[in-house]
């Protein structure tokens, strides 16, 4: 399927059709991940998994090195 970009604000934006959406199940508030292999990019639902991993190290990160973090901004 050939797409174009389309203007959206001061930003592009491909625009999915709907039969494609429903064969990958994602809707409206699905998490995405985007990637590139340098030639092209990838789109498709976040791994959840993933997601959590890396939600998990935020947070122990910024529990670890918050204060510290807070204190250089000051």
Same mark, same amino acid.
């Given at each position: 399927?050939? @797409?174009?970009?389309?203007?959206?604000?001061?930003?592009?934006?491909?625009?999915?059709?709907?039969?494609?959406?429903?064969?990958?199940?994602?809707?409206?508030?699905?998490?995405?991940?985007?990637?590139?292999?340098?030639? @092209?990019?990838?789109?498709?639902?976040?791994?959840?998994?993933?997601?959590?991993?890396?939600?998990?190290?935020?947070?122990?990160?910024? @529990?670890?090195?918050?204060?510290?973090?807070r204190?250089?901004?000051?």
């Open positions: 399927m050939n @797409q174009k970009l389309v203007k959206h604000g001061d930003k592009w934006a491909v625009v999915i059709d709907e039969s494609t959406l429903d064969l990958l199940g994602i809707g409206p508030e699905t998490p995405l991940d985007v990637r590139t292999d340098g030639v @092209q990019v990838l789109i498709g639902p976040a791994d959840p998994t993933r997601t959590a991993k890396f939600n998990d190290a935020l947070e122990d990160f910024n @529990q670890r090195f918050g204060p510290a973090l204190k250089l901004a000051e």
